[in-house]
């Protein structure tokens, strides 16, 4: 009875298993959409970190020059990259040149492993930054999106950026090195077709992050210099493509509403708990995640606001 | 037989502490641990309630689960709260703080507290009869808090900073809101090598022979650098903070304002 009955189990098991195995390995869908002559952008949604969306909640690009593929952002996994390195090789018979990583967060520098070595660049602080964060931001997201990064590893690219002009091909590229959403932040203009790789400097329609943020008003400082330049389609890290410079009005609108309800909170003698809760103003009704990222604004920001705010007590 | 009489002795046990559960409500939260603690913080025979009026707020989740921030408001409470109890259910000492306050109501605590892990949060608060309301939270967490090096041990300098203290005392609607930051690693005793070392017993005084407006026993949940707020219903004619740590440091200071 038991004895004959095994071999069905077993062979329910393995079902079983194949299946599984099989429901656990989901692709990316990407899709590249051309925003300008021999420029593609391969926008993400604007939702947080999920096992459903598998952390494509980013935009990546890429550009032909002539001379080689120039990559924007590698995204948040290894199968991410490898996805984004098959559609830009359907999309051009040029080989991939370089790959500008704009900054070390993990949605941006995840998917490095797909490309070659020797073609990976980021600002050299940006280098620094991820060799000290990339282990943990790895480990959260394991904890965020699961089996997404199967395979993932950290890669501090070998490659140096430095700010100024990089030229490949036809195209003379613009590289701008700010500070305001992490400490080392690679804006890239492409001045052929204005196109503005804003990266995170920028999040368009979708509350912007903070966790290593120098400052909200150096950010919107540095925002009015990216203003001035004669952009025609701005693609941000987050969020649409724009063909005009609303985003940056949002962002500097954002930034200072932030500012403000942290600054005016600590001089009430709120609680981070209460600031959480704080009303967020209806014209921000269009930002996904606003509430979300307002509890880690306060837990990455509001202590030094507070700190401010009090007197040193004497002895 | 020993054996036998062990397994009598446990079936006794569970038939005993069932007896006792049964007169607390059903934990909405299905924490594990519900009734353990309120046995273990608030004793075998208290006598419980849900609350709103006991208002928690702490975030869904944890963005940082060495410095979750915790808010208690008391100011739909309907009397002067008595004895107050905080505990985060799934710490490896779920005890965070038990307060005392004085004549003077108060309104509203907050500090930051570690979690290890997912965990639901309780603040129990005692009235007069005796009963106890209970407001109940769940935080989400990466975790690892409470067995995370504090950063401030990491600064070389951090010495020079100890013990540097900065208040505030603001005005509100109704009373008086006292805010106040101590720079102190607040050692948990679970990271190898790093003794426990924070600051156990916090006193608000008032001086001149009145009652103490707070005393309060902090456990090793709360979070380093600890940033208080306390608010009372009444505006107090003086207060005093005063600290003692598990090494004997002793801290007291005047809290600013218009005192």
Same mark, same amino acid.
């Given at each position: ?100 990583? &704009? ?65 490949? %091909? ?23 077709? %204005? ?22 008003? %150096? ?66 009704? %269009? ?10 604004? &306060? ?17 | ?9 446990? =079936? !006794?046990?569970? !038939? ?32 419980? =309630? ?123 609607? *109704?009373?008086?809101?006292?805010? =106040? ?70 801290? *007291? ?7």
């Amino acid at each position: 009875m038991i004895s004959a009955r095994v071999p069905r189990i077993l062979a329910l098991l393995v079902a079983w298993l194949a299946g599984t195995a099989a429901a656990q390995a989901p692709e990316y869908d990407l899709a590249a959409r051309a925003i300008a002559p021999g420029i593609w952008v391969v926008e993400g949604s604007t939702e947080n970190f999920s096992r459903g969306n598998g952390g494509n909640i980013v935009n990546t690009a890429f550009m032909t020059t002539g001379a080689g593929v120039v990559v924007i952002d590698t995204g948040p996994s290894r199968r991410y990259g490898e996805a984004l390195r098959a559609l830009i090789e359907e999309t051009t018979a040029e080989a991939i040149s370089h790959v500008l990583i &704009t900054h070390h967060h993990p949605d941006h520098a995840f998917g490095s492993q797909a490309f070659e070595p020797a073609t990976l660049y980021m600002l050299d602080d940006a280098r620094a930054a991820l060799a000290r964060d990339g282990e943990a931001f790895a480990d959260n997201m394991y904890r965020m999106i699961g089996d997404w990064m199967r395979g993932t590893e950290v890669v501090v690219p070998d490659n140096v950026l430095a700010p100024g002009v990089l030229e490949v %091909g036809r195209r003379r590229l613009q590289i701008i090195a700010m500070t305001g959403h992490t400490g080392a932040d690679l804006v890239v203009f492409e001045p052929l077709s %204005g196109v503005l790789f804003a990266s995170d400097m920028v999040f368009h329609n979708r509350a912007l992050t903070t966790p290593q943020s120098p400052g909200l008003l %150096g950010w919107r400082a540095e925002l009015e210099q990216l203003a001035e330049l004669p952009v025609t389609v701005l693609v941000p890290g987050h969020g649409p493509v724009s063909t005009d410079l609303s985003p940056l009005r949002q962002m500097a609108d954002y930034l200072t509403w932030l500012d403000t309800l942290l600054a005016d909170s600590a001089r009430a003698g709120l609680s981070p708990a209460e600031v959480m809760n704080a009303p967020i103003p209806a014209r921000f009704d %269009g930002i996904s995640e606003r509430r979300y990222e307002l509890v880690r604004t &306060t837990t990455h920001l509001y202590p030094d606001y507070e700190k401010r705010a009090l007197s040193l007590l004497p002895e | 037989m020993n054996i036998l009489i062990n397994i009598l002795v446990f =079936v !006794l046990g569970c !038939l005993l502490s069932v007896g006792v559960r049964a007169a607390w409500p059903d934990d909405p939260f299905g924490s594990p641990m519900w009734a353990y603690n309120i046995e273990r913080y608030l004793g075998s025979d208290a006598r419980v =309630v849900h609350d709103d009026r006991v208002n928690l707020r702490v975030p869904e989740f944890a963005e940082d689960s060495a410095q979750v921030p915790l808010t208690v408001d008391l100011s739909a409470f309907p009397e002067a709260p008595g004895q107050i109890v905080a505990w985060v259910d799934l710490n490896p000492v779920p005890h965070l703080f038990s307060a005392s306050p004085g004549p003077q109501p108060l309104t509203l605590l907050a500090l930051n507290f570690r979690v290890q892990q997912a965990t639901t949060v309780r603040v129990a608060v005692q009235d007069r009869e005796g009963v106890w309301h209970i407001g109940s939270r769940y935080v989400d967490a990466a975790g690892g808090g409470c067995t995370a090096p504090s950063q401030t041990m990491s600064n070389p300098d951090w010495e020079r900073h100890f013990g540097t203290i900065r208040g505030g005392a603001f005005s509100r609607a *109704e009373g008086m809101r006292y805010k =106040v930051n101590v720079m102190h690693p607040m050692d948990s005793g679970m990271v190898g090598n790093i003794p426990a070392f924070f600051i156990g017993e916090v006193e608000l005084r008032q001086g001149n022979g009145q009652p103490l407006l707070l005393s309060m026993a902090l456990s090793e949940s709360a979070a380093e650098n600890p940033m208080f707020v306390f608010e009372f219903g009444q505006r107090p004619p003086r207060a005093t903070l005063w600290l003692r740590d598990n090494n004997g440091n002793q801290f *007291e200071r005047r809290l600013g304002g218009d005192l």
